[in-house]
C-alpha cells in the first residue's frame, strides 16, 4: 500500500483563458510536514483547494488518500482537518461550543465529542478560557483554538493556510510548538506561508511555486545546498560608497546582488571574501556576515518583484 497520502501528476487548474497552475507533479507522504512556498499568484491556493476537493482539477490526476476528488470529495473531505488563513470562529459563541458544533458537522456523537473537547482545549492550551465567548480572545488565541477546531474528527491529513499570520513573535513560536507536537505524533501537515523561517522550522520538504510552476522541491536545508552559497556578506554604504563599490566587485564572490539600501555577496568563505573587499579598498560603513537562508533562496528563484 502507497505512504503517499496525496499524489498529483500533471495537475492543471485553469480559469478560462488563464492557467492559475500548470501541469504540476508532487507527493506528500504519510507523516510529514510538506510546504507550499511561493509569492501571490503563485497557484498555491488553487493547489490547496483542489486538495480539499473545493475547486475541481481542469487536468491531469489528483488522489488524495488513493480517492479521487471527483467523485469521492465527501469522503477526503471527512479525513482532512483545515485551517484556513482567515479565522472563520462563531465570535458569539463560546471556545467549547464552537469545538462541539464542528464535531456535530462532522456527525460525531455528543460522546465521543466531549472527551475530544477536552484533549483539544488541553492541546491549545485554552482549557480554562472554554466557557469564554470567542470574541475577546487574543490573535494567538482565536489561531489555536482555529487550529483545535480542525482537529476535532482526528483527521488523517491537516491543511493550514498561513498558520501564523498577523501572529506576535511569542504566539507564533507557541504556534510552531503546537504544529511540532502534531507531527511528531504522526499527523501529516500541509502548510502555506510566506515566513521562510517557518518554513524551515517546519517542513520536512516543499516546493516552491513561481507562475502556476514548481521551481524547485527538496529539505529545506538540501534547497539552501542546492541553489545558494554557504554564507552572505551584506554591505551597506555612506551617500554614493555603494555605486562606487558595485563597479569593483568582480571575482570577490559567487554572486553579486545590488539593492537599493545594500550589497548582498553570495560566498562560501565570508572571511576570504571580506580580506578581498579590503585589498580593495572597499570599506562599507557596516558589514553583516550570516548564513544562507531558504529566503535567499526563494528570492533568487521568485524574484523580489512585488507581486498583487
Keep these: 500500500m502507497t505512504q503517499n497520502l496525496v499524489e498529483a501528476r500533471g495537475l492543471t487548474k485553469t480559469f478560462g483563458d488563464f492557467t492559475a497552475v500548470k501541469a504540476i507533479d508532487f507527493d506528500i507522504r504519510k507523516g510529514e510536514a510538506f510546504g507550499f512556498l511561493g509569492p501571490n499568484g503563485a497557484g498555491k491556493t488553487s493547489t ?5 476537493t473545493v475547486s475541481p482539477i481542469t487536468e491531469g490526476k489528483l488522489t488524495v488518500f488513493g480517492l479521487d476528488p471527483a467523485s469521492e470529495g465527501r469522503q477526503i473531505r471527512s479525513r482532512i482537518g483545515v485551517v484556513p488563513q482567515e479565522d472563520n470562529l462563531d465570535l458569539e459563541m463560546t471556545v467549547g461550543d464552537n469545538l462541539y458544533i464542528y464535531g456535530r458537522y462532522h456527525e460525531m456523537s455528543r460522546a465521543e465529542i466531549a472527551p475530544r473537547i477536552v484533549e483539544l482545549l488541553e492541546f491549545a492550551q485554552l482549557s480554562d478560557r472554554r466557557d469564554s465567548r470567542v470574541e475577546p ?5 482565536k489561531r489555536r483554538l482555529t ?15 498561513e498558520p501564523t499570520t498577523g501572529l506576535d513573535p511569542q504566539a507564533r513560536h507557541l504556534l510552531w510548538d503546537r504544529l511540532y507536537r502534531l507531527k511528531r505524533d504522526g499527523a501529516t501537515l500541509i502548510i502555506t506561508t510566506h515566513y521562510m523561517d517557518e518554513a524551515e522550522q517546519l517542513c520536512d520538504r516543499l516546493v ?11 529539505s529545506p536545508s538540501s534547497l539552501i545546498r542546492d541553489h545558494a552559497t554557504r ?13 562606487n563599490a ?4 568582480d571575482g570577490l564572490a559567487a554572486r553579486s546582488e545590488v539593492l537599493a539600501d545594500r550589497i548582498l555577496l553570495y560566498t562560501d568563505d565570508a572571511e576570504a571574501t571580506a580580506q ?3 585589498e580593495r579598498n572597499i570599506h562599507p560603513e557596516q558589514m553583516l556576515t550570516r548564513r544562507s537562508t531558504l529566503e535567499d533562496v526563494f528570492l533568487r528563484l521568485t524574484g523580489r518583484s512585488l507581486v498583487d
Excluded at 490547496?48 to 480539499?52: A, F, L, N, V
Excluded at 516552491?208 to 527538496?218: C, L, T
Excluded at 558595485?246 to 566587485?249: E, I, Q, R, T
Aim: proline content about 2%.
Design 48 to 52: 490547496m483547494k483542489m486538495i480539499t
Design 137 to 141: 480572545l487574543s490573535g494567538g488565541m
Design 147 to 161: 487550529i483545535a477546531r480542525a482537529l476535532i474528527n482526528d483527521p488523517d491529513l491537516i491543511i493550514l493556510d
Design 208 to 218: 516552491i511555486m513561481d507562475n502556476g510552476n514548481i521551481v524547485a522541491e527538496g
Design 231 to 243: 554564507e552572505v556578506v551584506e554591505l551597506r554604504f555612506k551617500d554614493d560608497g555603494q555605486d
Design 246 to 249: 558595485a563597479l569593483n566587485l
Design 276 to 278: 578581498g573587499l579590503s
